[in-house]
Every structure is written in structure tokens, then in C-alpha cells.
């Protein structure tokens, strides 16, 4: 079964609800994320100025943290094939290991390209070491007409994930239901984090820069520290 992770405890420090313009990480935050290159990987319509993921890309850059951002040609309508050869790229720029962030489709998209036998592992001069997967966009579970975008991206894939992974959910996800969280959860090997009520904790979520989500991160990190760690001895 997943480890599941509570929003009470996932680390024992929180950071201040600041406006997230003056908003400054905690030292042990930043050390811990210096080793890595983040990629960040949004999901359907990409993420907008006021999404988390967008806010931490400024703040990452802002404390010397090294970030990517998976850009796409067409976030409306997207294929599988041009979906995965951007991350691709993105990821064979990279030359720390890498952590994702992804979220909605995004998380979708980084399952399934850690579960291709071509790239798995390794992608490109790169290592993918860590994902934080935040609320996966399941199209079985939704009922609006914008699943049928993302119909080519199904169904999930149920390999265990090569790296540690996060998984985030929210009580109100109309992209995914709980039970359906637990199961992927299970089925990648990956931590659970209960989010709440937070819908599908995207650009209307007014999550600001989300320390529940950094929060989660750090613990990532620490594990992926520890992973990589023991690999050496």
C-alpha cells in the first residue's frame, strides 16, 4: 500500500503565507533543491502567471535554484507524440538529475514517459531521480467535454515508476476521484498527499505559491538525497 502523507505532517517546518512576490523559501528548502534541475511539466491549457506551478518557477530562479519549464506547440489539443518528444527535450537539456513537477495531464505524461522501456531511467544525458505528481488528470473520471483532449494520453499507466514519487489529490478533484488516487498511487510505488478540498488544484485553486506543495517537494528531495545516496555505497 502507499505511504499517505497528511497535509499536518508531511515536514516539520511551514513557510510564512506571504504574498508570493515577497515570498522567500526556507534555507533548508533551497539546500535541498540546489543538486536537482527541476522540470516543471504543466498539464491541458498550460499554467497560466497566477498558477503554483509559474509561481515557483520565479522562485526558484529567484534562489538560484535551477528550473526548466516542458513548453508545448499546442496546449489545447494535445497528441501523445509531440507531448513526449517536448519533454524529451527538455529533459536532454538537463545536466543535474532531474526532479519533476508536474501537474494534471502533465503528471499523466511524465508517468507514461518514465514507463517507456526507451526512456526509462535515463532521459538523455539526464537522470530523472524524482516526480512530484499533482493531481493526474484521469478521462474516466471526468464528465466535462475537455476529456475528450486528453483521450489519446489513456489510460494511465500502472508500472511502478523507476524514481520516488509524490503523489497530490484533493478531496474535490473532478479530474480524479479518491479511490482512483489511491490506486494510481499504488500501482507507481508513489507516497499519497491528501491536499483537502483544493478542486483540481490548478490556476482557480488560489493556492498562491502553495507551501503545502513545497512542503511536499522538500520531503522529496530528502528521500531522493537518501536514494541517491545509498545507490553510491
Known amino acids: 500500500m502507499p ?26 528548502l533551497v539546500r ?11 498539464g491541458l491549457f498550460g499554467s497560466g502567471e497566477d498558477h503554483w ?27 501523445p507524440a509531440a507531448w513526449h518528444e517536448r519533454l524529451h527535450q527538455t529533459l536532454a537539456a538537463s545536466r543535474k538529475p532531474v526532479l519533476l513537477i508536474a501537474h494534471s495531464l ?51 499507466p500502472s508500472q511502478k515508476l523507476p524514481f520516488p514519487a509524490t503523489l497530490v489529490f484533493s478531496q474535490n478533484d473532478p479530474w480524479l476521484e479518491v479511490n482512483r488516487a489511491h490506486q ?16 483540481h488544484i490548478g490556476q482557480d485553486a488560489n493556492v498562491e505559491h502553495w507551501p503545502l506543495g513545497l512542503n511536499a517537494l522538500h520531503a522529496l528531495a530528502l528521500t531522493c538525497h537518501a536514494t541517491q545516496a545509498f545507490s553510491r555505497t
Open 3 to 28: 505511504t499517505i502523507l497528511r497535509h499536518s505532517t508531511a515536514l516539520p517546518y511551514a513557510l510564512s503565507p506571504l504574498p508570493h512576490l515577497t515570498t522567500k523559501l526556507s534555507a533548508a
Open 32 to 42: 535541498a533543491l540546489l543538486p536537482f534541475d527541476l522540470v516543471i511539466v504543466p
Open 53 to 79: 506551478q509559474s509561481i515557483w518557477a520565479s522562485l526558484f530562479q529567484a534562489h538560484g535554484v535551477s528550473v526548466r519549464r516542458v513548453e508545448q506547440d499546442d496546449w489545447e489539443n494535445p497528441t
Open 106 to 156: 502533465g503528471a499523466i505524461l511524465s508517468a507514461r514517459h518514465a514507463s517507456n522501456a526507451t526512456s526509462r531511467n535515463m532521459y538523455g544525458t539526464s537522470s530523472v531521480v524524482g516526480a512530484l505528481l499533482v493531481a493526474p488528470a484521469d478521462a474516466a473520471n471526468h464528465t466535462g467535454p475537455d476529456a475528450a483532449r486528453i483521450e489519446g494520453f489513456m489510460p494511465p
Open 184 to 199: 494510481l498511487a499504488k500501482n507507481w510505488g508513489a507516497s499519497l498527499l491528501d491536499a483537502g478540498y483544493a478542486g
